[in-house]
């Protein structure tokens, strides 16, 4: 057991459809760069296209830290409490007990759903301890919902 591992927690990972739906939505803000990069660079040659392989090498590294992100992104339901864990480098776990949430709320843009995916939302009476999970498939989106809401519900019947 470690501070990012707690005990008898089984995690749930999110769907690597999210991978592809993050990275279309840097598509358009990077093709961007891209042409005011290459533009120049065509048009002056020289120097000038260096910056071009600088836009594509951060390309490359924010396509790499997507990737990451989106492996270390998990949920895991206990019975007292649901665990929200992301990060690699900068790693955090966010506890929320199911008697402190208020209301869990699905969301789904276009993008989304044209990839089956969904962001399942925990609001709590504190803002510092609400909780995201994005990238849930839509199915298990409805069903984490209506599972988290019982369960806050039976929790708040024992105050």
Do not use: C
Request: cysteine-free; hydrophobic content about 55%; charged content about 20%.
């Amino acid at each position: 057991m470690t501070w990012f591992e707690p005990e008898g927690a089984s995690w749930n990972y999110v769907d690597r459809r999210l991978i592809p739906a993050r990275l279309l939505s840097l598509l358009l803000p990077a093709l961007l760069l891209l042409a005011v990069a290459l533009v120049p660079a065509v048009l002056f040659g020289g120097a000038v296209w260096i910056a071009v392989a600088i836009v594509l090498v951060a390309l490359a590294w924010i396509s790499w830290v997507v990737v990451r992100q989106v492996g270390a992104h998990a949920w895991a339901e206990r019975e007292d409490d649901l665990l929200v864990k992301r990060g690699r480098m900068f790693r955090r776990v966010t506890v929320v007990p199911y008697g402190r949430m208020q209301f869990v709320e699905v969301e789904a843009g276009p993008l989304a759903r044209a990839f089956g995916i969904a962001r399942v939302q925990l609001h709590t009476a504190s803002p510092g301890t609400d909780a995201s999970i994005s990238g849930v498939p839509t199915d298990e989106a409805a069903r984490l919902r209506d599972r988290l809401t019982a369960r806050g519900e039976a929790t708040l019947a024992g105050l």
